[in-house]
């Protein structure tokens, strides 16, 4: 199919962007555009006017200090992947990016794109949850923050708003100690996720300190597994727990049905998935 008819501008400054967004009822903005073409060619979005940032100033740092990493609107996936300081202050975004699709999109896509569209399926925003990000969306009443952990109330819904433009994401670097827990289960390897759980644990003193863990891919938005992190939390991470701990991941998730599998199969698979990626942790965390 074709997308349908629509104006485009191509923005020269974030004040031009914002503005056009302001002044048209129906605007997107186009960054990557990996999404956002499929959506257009397959009808899925029929907007007024298409906003392209792709020469805006700025918008592509990745900056880090203050104990953040800053992520602008227009970094790739690839950037961000090929960034060392990067993966070393995100351990679990470095684990979950090889992840995101196939080459030729992380080349193209942004990760704050990702982001903004909300994707249930998508790594970059489960993430963002387990993580405990803040996003900074701008518009020409000025900026505000939002938590990952508030952004996402249903299937494809954000808290931003039509006028508003997701430039930059903040996440805070991980604790020395800290370590990623990230696996996927899709039908081909770049594919969409039907499952995955997302996460980041840290052991201080010979006891799980912090212990964040997302569910995505069948969940209508990235589900912080809230259950699961108080049976772990004030524990040694040791074997015996991963039972435990992957069973109450089963209880805690409500797949939604789909084609390819019931919701109890779901659930199987997601306490097989916890299983996994526990027990990599487990076995290494400094006890």
Same mark, same amino acid.
């Given at each position: 199919?074709k997308?349908?008819s629509f104006?485009?501008?191509?923005a020269?400054?974030?004040? %031009?962007? *914002?503005?056009a967004?302001?002044?048209?009822e129906?605007?997107?903005?186009?960054?990557?555009?990996?999404s956002?073409v499929?959506?257009l060619?397959l009808?899925?979005q029929? /907007?007024?006017?298409? @906003?392209?940032?792709? %020469?805006? /100033?700025? *918008?592509d740092?990745?900056?880090?200090g203050?104990?953040? @990493?800053?992520i602008?609107? !227009?970094v790739r996936?690839?950037?961000?992947?090929a960034n060392a300081?990067?993966s070393?202050a995100l351990?679990?975004i470095?684990?979950?990016?090889?992840h995101?699709?196939?080459?030729?999109? =992380?080349? #193209?896509g +942004?990760? $704050?794109?990702s982001?903004?569209?909300?994707d249930?399926?998508?790594?970059m925003?489960? $993430?963002a949850v387990?993580?405990g990000?803040t996003f900074?969306?701008?518009s020409?009443d000025? +900026?505000r923050?939002?938590?990952?952990?508030?952004?996402?109330p249903?299937?494809?819904? +954000?808290?931003r708003a039509?006028?508003?433009m997701?430039?930059e994401a903040?996440?805070?670097?991980? /604790?020395d100690?800290?370590?990623?827990m990230? &696996?996927e289960?899709?039908?081909r #390897?770049?594919?969409?996720a +039907?499952?995955?759980?997302?996460g980041q644990?840290?052991?201080? =003193?010979?006891?799980i300190?912090?212990f964040?863990?997302?569910a995505f891919?069948?969940?209508?938005?990235p589900? !912080?597994?809230?259950?699961?992190? &108080?049976?772990a939390l004030g #524990?040694?991470p040791? /074997?015996? *727990?991963i039972?435990?701990?992957?069973?109450s991941?089963?209880d805690e998730? &409500?797949p939604?049905?789909?084609p390819l599998?019931?919701?109890?199969m779901?659930?199987r698979q997601y #306490?097989?998935?916890?299983?996994? $990626?526990?027990g990599?942790?487990?076995?290494?965390? &400094?006890?």
């Amino acid at each position: 199919m074709k997308s349908p008819s629509f104006a485009y501008i191509r923005a020269q400054s974030l004040d %031009h962007a *914002l503005s056009a967004l302001a002044d048209t009822e129906d605007a997107i903005v186009l960054a990557g555009g990996q999404s956002l073409v499929a959506a257009l060619n397959l009808r899925l979005q029929v /907007p007024e006017l298409v @906003v392209d940032i792709n %020469h805006v /100033p700025g *918008l592509d740092l990745i900056e880090i200090g203050g104990g953040e @990493v800053r992520i602008g609107a !227009l970094v790739r996936h690839a950037q961000l992947m090929a960034n060392a300081e990067a993966s070393k202050a995100l351990p679990l975004i470095g684990r979950a990016l090889p992840h995101v699709a196939h080459p030729a999109i =992380r080349n #193209r896509g +942004t990760t $704050c794109g990702s982001l903004a569209y909300g994707d249930p399926a998508a790594e970059m925003p489960a $993430c963002a949850v387990a993580l405990g990000a803040t996003f900074v969306l701008a518009s020409t009443d000025g +900026t505000r923050e939002v938590p990952a952990r508030e952004f996402y109330p249903g299937l494809y819904e +954000t808290k931003r708003a039509p006028h508003e433009m997701l430039i930059e994401a903040r996440f805070p670097v991980a /604790p020395d100690g800290a370590r990623a827990m990230f &696996d996927e289960v899709a039908v081909r #390897r770049g594919d969409f996720a +039907t499952l995955g759980l997302a996460g980041q644990i840290h052991v201080n =003193r010979g006891v799980i300190a912090a212990f964040d863990l997302v569910a995505f891919g069948s969940e209508p938005a990235p589900l !912080l597994l809230k259950n699961v992190a &108080d049976i772990a939390l004030g #524990r040694a991470p040791v /074997p015996g *727990l991963i039972a435990s701990l992957a069973q109450s991941v089963a209880d805690e998730v &409500d797949p939604m049905e789909s084609p390819l599998a019931t919701s109890e199969m779901r659930r199987r698979q997601y #306490r097989a998935l916890a299983e996994r $990626c526990l027990g990599a942790v487990m076995e290494f965390a &400094d006890v």
